[in-house]
């Protein structure tokens, strides 16, 4: 059985809300936001919708396309 994270089961603070905005606007990848967190990242995803807060990569040009 996985082991659950630091913050399983904590609310949310203000701090933890803040942090997620900064990482989501570093376009770090989920994952590693949930490891930084200490929180799932199923968890993520949910405070992120609630927060509207959008986790799609910014930096990314649509369909992969390059310059010739």
């Given amino acids: 059985m996985a082991r659950k994270p630091l913050n399983h089961g904590k609310p949310w603070t203000d701090k933890d809300i ?3 905005e900064k990482l ?4 770090t990848p989920t994952r ?8 799932t990242e199923a968890s993520i ?4 919708s609630e927060e509207g807060i ?3 990569p910014t930096n990314q040009s649509p369909y992969n396309r390059r310059k010739k």
Avoid: E, H, P, T
């Avoid at 590693?32 to 929180?39: A, C, D, H, S, T």
């Avoid at 995803?45 to 992120?48: Q, R």
């Fill in 24 to 27: 989501v606007n570093q376009n």
């Fill in 54 to 56: 959008s986790l799609k």
């Fill in 32 to 39: 590693v936001i949930g490891l930084k967190l200490g929180r």
């Fill in 18 to 20: 803040n942090k997620l």
């Fill in 45 to 48: 995803y949910s405070k992120a």
